[in-house]
Each structure stands twice: as structure tokens, then as C-alpha cells.
């Protein structure tokens, strides 16, 4: 690096400020210099370069060509003070050393253990700082390798996902983070750490994406705005890329040279989301949120050539499943945690199928699945966390995540790094479009309120109408597909049942013949036997009749 100081890549800029820019930048991206732009969140457009061996870390349990097994953690949280204080029964032991959890069940009056195996199980006693070290560290180092990684925190609500996740947030003494500091504050500093330790010329943003009730929001949006379509009340529109991938549709994302500045805007999302009091956390979240960040950074190849390498970090908080008996929820919040439910209801269908191999994946049955589409059987390399309480009162819960997630360690990924960019490509996009922008200004300063050219706008019109309607019509496509596919699979079920029965009845009937073959041998031997008694009789007969 040639300065302390973060800078930012022209490229990096340039895909940072794109209307429409997909999360894998490409050469044809045009660029932007603004330091706040719109963007898209797109989770699987990935270009291929090529496909480098995991790091060990991840390559655990990962199957050779078949893919890399997606990392589960498995979390469990200290009994808090009102669980203390009633003495409630733990039921849960973790043994850290073994990567074993264990659930002790009371059937009628039996005590019966269950055991989990995790890739890696943190105690109630495990500090943010070990939870960081295994779960992040070697997942930074990748991303600024050039891959997606994406971390999830799973479990029922009251368990600790936030806490895991942004914990204290990075509230710094003395430029250090605090103990409690969770995994995104961690994160972002230890990128900081990095890229200046290596002297490097990059550029970051980030992006915080809330989806309550099956609805988008962006958390970074402008709180007030002038403008009536104010972006942090406006539900957002996912849209399909055409790549496999989807894209969020004006989702703001804001480029960051240090990390403070990235601690200040996750306090100003976090505290925009959706939090409410249940009966198992006083703050609960009641939606999902993506903070994704986005590095650009300069290399140059032997040839001095300037390419740009670009890798992304998503960071997932879901929002907790929940027993609505039990934790109390009515009405609105009742509807609230139905939603909840049901998305992850819907990610936990996409991970039976992913690990049954059991055909069509449901991942457009909720927008969760959808955003999460890449990081679950894609190209991204993914950790999710799975976080539990020790009290017997959240048994069913925890053996449920559980099950959840030792499941979900059976789904791999093919995980890609995104392909470089030649700087000198994207220097030229960023000129064509520091030309159309031009433009618009001009536009904007003499018909004073008009943003961009009308010709331009006529034409943006023409084009969005003439796209809606082409995914209208690859909507209905896919849609006819996938019940097709439906109908197709039951046909195959149905008559992988009727091949079963017929097996069995083949194999009936061939021991029948066997034993059948079997009785006409004893039979037929008994025959010539009485045959040849005959016989010697009617000899004797004859020889009698002859003497006598
Ligand atoms: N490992 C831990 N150590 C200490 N305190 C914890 C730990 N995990 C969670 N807590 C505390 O438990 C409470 C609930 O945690 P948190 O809000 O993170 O749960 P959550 O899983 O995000 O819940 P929800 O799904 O309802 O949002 C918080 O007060 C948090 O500080």
C-alpha cells in the first residue's frame, strides 16, 4: 500500500456505484463515483475462474469433486440471570474437545442422551474472541482470496444469534473491541487489519438488507427523505438476474474507508430493525438482516498488468424460530412469528432436499431461500452457527435446531472464486458512464427536477416494461416447469413404489418355483422308486407262476 490510509480503486468505485450492479462485478459493469450509490444484492452471479482446492478449514468433511461440505457451529449460551435465579435444569452438555453436544431427554421416566457431532462446539463458557478465530478467521482470509463466503446464525429465539453476531458492536477503547464484540464487528476489523498490514489499494462497501414478513427493507436508507418514495418504508423488489442469481432493486449500498465508519452504520441499521419483546428475549429480532461487505482490491500480474479481485463477505441474522404457545405471541405478533416460521420452515425444505438429492429444490417458496440460494448448494463457502439454550424449559426447541443443523452439515458447495477484472476495461466503462452521467446532470440542471435526459427515460421505460414482461413470462415458464418437474417426480415415486411391489413379487414367486422344483424331484424319485418295486414284483410274480 502506498499510504496508511484506505483508499479506493477507480474499479472498485466504479462497481460500488452502479444502479445494477450484481455482487460479482464483471468488466461490462458500468461504473459510478458516488461515495452513497444504489445497488443490488445478487447472490449468485459469481464468475468462474477456476475452482482452487479449499482451505483446510473448510475442507473438512468436504467430498473430493462432489463439493465442499457447508461448516456448522454449534453454540450454546450461558443460563441467563432469570433462569439462574429459578434454578432451571441444563440438559444440554457440550464437550468442545470431542465436537459433541449432548440433549439429556426424560422418556417415561428414562433418561435418554442424544448426541450431535459439529464441526466445532463452543460452551456456555466460549468467549466472542474463540467463536471469531474458528468461525470467521479462515472465511476472512477467503473472501479477500476472492470468494463469497456467507455465516449464518440459526436457532430458536432467546439463543443468542444477535450476540454472536454483532454482540457489543464495535464500540472501540482505545481502538480495540470490546470482549463482547461479535463476529461482524471482528470481522470487519480484522479486514482493515489485513489489507493494510499487506499495503493494499482497495475499496469497500457494505450493504444491511432487513426481510420482515416476507417483505424487503433497506436498513442504510435514508431516515427521512423528501423524495415520496422514501426507500426505508418502501418495500423492496427481488428480482430473478437471469443468471440463476437475484438481485435486490435499488438497494443502497455505501462505500467505507475505515472501520469506525462501518461500526457507525451497523448501530444506525441494527437500530432500525424489528425488534420486539417476547416471553424468551426482552429484545427480540423479528426479522432476518444480510450486512454484506464488498472488497475491491488492486493486484497487479507479472506482466504488470491491473487487475482488480473482488470477494464478499454476507453476514446473516436470522430471526428466531419460535413455539408461539409458548413464547406468548398474539395477534400481530403472532402473524409476525407465523411469517418467521414459515421462511425458515421453507430453508429447512431446501436443506432436506439438498442433502436427500430429493429433486426440485424449493428455493423460490420464500424470499429467504432465495436471497440464501447461492450460499446454500452454490458457489459461496458458507458457516452457519447454530445457537442454542442449556435450559431444559427449551428442550424441544434445541433438539430441533439441532437436528436442523447437523442436517444441514450435509450440504456441499461448489465454491468459485470470482474472476479479476483488467483495471484498464473498467476505466473505460467508468468513462462511458462519467459521459452518461454527465448527462443526466445536464438534464437535471436545465429542466430543473428532471434526472436524467427524457429520450434516456423513454427509453428506461420501454426496456424495464419490455424486461417485466419477459419475467412475467420465464415466471410463468419456470412455474409450469416446476410443476411439471413436480408431477414428473410423483409419476417417478409412484412408480419406483409399483417396480418395488413387483420386485417383491418376482422374488415370492421365484422361491415358490424353487420349492415346487424341489417337491417334483422327491416326487418324481419316489416314482421310479415305486416303479422299480413294481417291477421286481411283477418278476417275482411271473417267476412264482412259472415254478408253481
Ligand atoms: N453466549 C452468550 N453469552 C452471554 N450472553 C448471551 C450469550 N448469548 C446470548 N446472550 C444474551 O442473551 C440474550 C438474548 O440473545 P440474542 O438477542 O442475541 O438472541 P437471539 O437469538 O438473537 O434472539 P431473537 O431471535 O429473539 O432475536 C441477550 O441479552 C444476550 O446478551
Avoid: W
Wanted: charged fraction near 30%; proline fraction near 4%; charge should be neutral.
Amino acid at each position: 500500500m502506498e499510504t496508511s490510509t484506505p483508499r479506493r480503486a477507480p474499479a472498485a468505485d466504479a462497481a460500488a456505484a452502479s444502479s445494477y450492479v450484481s455482487m460479482s462485478p464483471s468488466p461490462s459493469h458500468t461504473p459510478r463515483s458516488s461515495t452513497k450509490a444504489k445497488r443490488t444484492l445478487n447472490n449468485g452471479a459469481a464468475i468462474v475462474a477456476s475452482s482452487p482446492s479449499p482451505s483446510p478449514s473448510l475442507a473438512k468433511g468436504g467430498g473430493g469433486g462432489g463439493g465442499v461440505n457447508i461448516q456448522v457451529l454449534l453454540r450454546c449460551r450461558p443460563l441467563n440471570k432469570e433462569e439462574l435465579s429459578i434454578n432451571t435444569p441444563v440438559v444440554i452438555t457440550c464437550n468442545e474437545q470431542r465436537r459433541e453436544v449432548s440433549a439429556a431427554q426424560n422418556i417415561a421416566n428414562k433418561q435418554i442422551d442424544r448426541t450431535f457431532v459439529f464441526d466445532k462446539v463452543f460452551g456456555p463458557k466460549s468467549k466472542q474472541q474463540d467463536v471469531f478465530n474458528h468461525a470467521v478467521v479462515p472465511l476472512v482470509g477467503e473472501v479477500l482470496d476472492g470468494y463469497n463466503c456467507t455465516i449464518f446464525a440459526y436457532g430458536q429465539t432467546g439463543t443468542g444469534k444477535t450476540y454472536t453476531m454483532e454482540g457489543g458492536g464495535g464500540k472501540t477503547q482505545n481502538g480495540e473491541l470490546p470482549s463482547d464484540a461479535g463476529v461482524i464487528p471482528r470481522a470487519v476489523k480484522r479486514i482493515f487489519d489485513i489489507l493494510e498490514a499487506q499495503s493494499a489499494e482497495y475499496s469497500m462497501k457494505v450493504s444491511f438488507l432487513e426481510l420482515y414478513n416476507e417483505e424487503l427493507t433497506d436498513l442504510l436508507a435514508p431516515e427521512e427523505s423528501k423524495f415520496s418514495d422514501d426507500k426505508s418504508k418502501k418495500p423492496m423488489a427481488l428480482m430473478e438476474d437471469g443468471k440463476g442469481g437475484v438481485f435486490v432493486r435499488g438497494l443502497e449500498e455505501e462505500v467505507v474507508s475505515s472501520a469506525s465508519e462501518i461500526y457507525k452504520i451497523l448501530e444506525r441499521g441494527s437500530g432500525k430493525r424489528k425488534t420486539a419483546e417476547t416471553f424468551l428475549n426482552k429484545q427480540s429480532s423479528r426479522s432476518h438482516s444480510i450486512f454484506s461487505i464488498t472488497i475491491h482490491i488492486k493486484e497487479c500480474t507479472p506482466e504488470g498488468e491491473e487487475m482488480i479481485k473482488c470477494g464478499k463477505l454476507n453476514l446473516v441474522d436470522l430471526a428466531g424460530s419460535e413455539n408461539i404457545s409458548r413464547s406468548g405471541a398474539r395477534d400481530g405478533r403472532a402473524r409476525e412469528a407465523g411469517e418467521i416460521n414459515k421462511s425458515l420452515l421453507t430453508l429447512g425444505r431446501v436443506i432436506n432436499t439438498l442433502v436427500e438429492h430429493s429433486g426440485h429444490i424449493p428455493y423460490r417458496d420464500s424470499k429467504l431461500t432465495r436471497l440464501l440460494r447461492d450460499s446454500l448448494g452454490g458457489k459461496t463457502k458458507t458457516c452457519i452457527i447454530a445457537t442454542i439454550a442449556p435450559s431444559v424449559h427449551c428442550l424441544d426447541e434445541t433438539l430441533s435446531t439441532l437436528d436442523y443443523a447437523h442436517r444441514a452439515k450435509n450440504i456441499k458447495n461448489k465454491p468459485e472464486v470470482n474472476q479479476k477484472m483488467m483495471k484498464s476495461a473498467l476505466i473505460k466503462d467508468l468513462y462511458f458512464e462519467m459521459d452518461r452521467l454527465k448527462q443526466e446532470l445536464y438534464a437535471a440542471r436545465e429542466k430543473n427536477g428532471i434526472y436524467i435526459p427524457g429520450e434516456q427515460y423513454l427509453a428506461d421505460e420501454a426496456e424495464k416494461k419490455a424486461m417485466s414482461e419477459k419475467l412475467d413470462r420465464l415466471e410463468l415458464g419456470l412455474e409450469s416447469k416446476d410443476k411439471q418437474l413436480d408431477e414428473l417426480q410423483g409419476l417417478y415415486d409412484s412408480q419406483k413404489v409399483l417396480s418395488a411391489d413387483l420386485s417383491d413379487k418376482l422374488q415370492t414367486l421365484q422361491k415358490r418355483m424353487q420349492e415346487t422344483e424341489c417337491a417334483l424331484a422327491v416326487l418324481e424319485e419316489k416314482y421310479m422308486q415305486a416303479n422299480n418295486t413294481i417291477k421286481e414284483k411283477e418278476y417275482l410274480i411271473e417267476n412264482l407262476l412259472k415254478t408253481g
